[in-house]
């Protein structure tokens, strides 16, 4: 009964904003992420019958589920207060011809040259012996991977997933616009940018594949569709490949051939529940966090916010002493720690929830909107990652999209202060022309 009348409510409220705000924007996405969350939460509620929890997990979600419901409930009503006074105009420009446009701007033309950059930066400050084989659980995407610890490198360590991102979206539009030689060069990135989080069994390895399927959905036609499938089906497995290889023990580029062997025992009902288990998992994780008895100094709660890399705010060093986490392989949402810390956490997390999901509406009203598809792709999966890893992993992802979003507002206003060349009359530039054409010159 409270999960109907809830859901009857999220609908309504849900059906008033999208005759305001475009219905590709992350307010969008993320409040029917919620919906479906409460849905399963309360079926995997009634339909579990073994009292052996899984580990990391107390079982809030079946001692107390119409009260979660309602708890997301509020986080609902969060995302729908991001949409008020906001309003979408009807664009004339699609978004096929929008993301062609894009794709052929110079920053998307060298994207490649950048991205193997950071790539050639990656392997020359990692410890091969750790990439080849070590026995920790995420090692490879730990500071203590690094043979060479400084701020570059770490800063590079930390754009990897980006740019294995970023790269899957530039792979995709190389696809729809049929530069062979670029695609090839494209494959070959994306292929060694997934070694890292296929070797290290995070899930992660998912987000190229994503972008990839993303991309060639948004802006190709029915040609691409099958490719478009294919990448969703690529990822899917590396997503449950990572779910199955975490508990072994061993991780590395020497040992992925055993994670195949895992999945080639896996049947097609544990690919769809570990799918769905995984990405429904923070509506799980978030009420035992926030049950939890759990205690952080201030420290602690003061980088966990900030922006800045480990190398400057220290905050590696504390990591090993002060975190909670629910079981090895489980750590704290970042809601729940959000409200472990106190009231004003909760309120500065969700205020910058807040300010992203606003900034990605007003970019559906822009001329080019690629950066509008890209930023609500960012800003949902960050949310989601919210209910799932703690806040030091999902907030400093958050106010990189704010920065994103707001750059150009940003240089519009630098421009307006910066020396400008004057501009000649139009009637001295047809003099100009006409004495050229005659060949005299002009003193």
Known sequence: MVLMSVLILEFLLLAEALRRVDRLCAAVLCSIYIMLGQIYMQYRSSSFFDHRFPPGNFGEFYFHPDK????????FFVIYGSTFGLRNARKTITLNDAARNFIGTPIVKHSYVILALLLFVRFCTIDIGVLWKNNQYLLINSVESLDYDNP?????????SIAALLAGFSLGGDIVARQGKRVIV???????????????????????????????????????????????IMGMVFFVMAQMARSTGEYGISVIPNYLKLLSHASFDDLIRMTVGSISQGFFITPDSIAFDAEHPIQYKLLSFSPMPSAIDGFSSILPLYEVRLHAFVPMSAVGEAFQFGLPYVVLFFLTVVVALRLNIKAANKENRILFVVTSALVTVFFINSFTYPMRNVYRNILVVIVILSAGKFLSYVWVFLPKKPKRSSRLMNQTRILNLSGDKID
Do not use: D, E, Q
Request: some cysteine; proline content about 5%.
């Open 152 to 160: 570059i490198t770490r800063l590079a360590k930390a754009l990897t």
């Open 186 to 232: 494209g494959l070959v990135l994306v292929g060694v940018y997934l070694l890292f989080p296929i070797a290290s069994a995070s899930r992660s390895a998912v987000l190229p594949m994503a972008s990839i399927s993303l991309c060639l959905i948004c802006i190709g036609n029915r040609k691409h569709v099958i490719p478009a499938v294919l990448a969703g």
């Open 68 to 75: 979660w419901t309602v708890f997301f409930l509020g986080v």
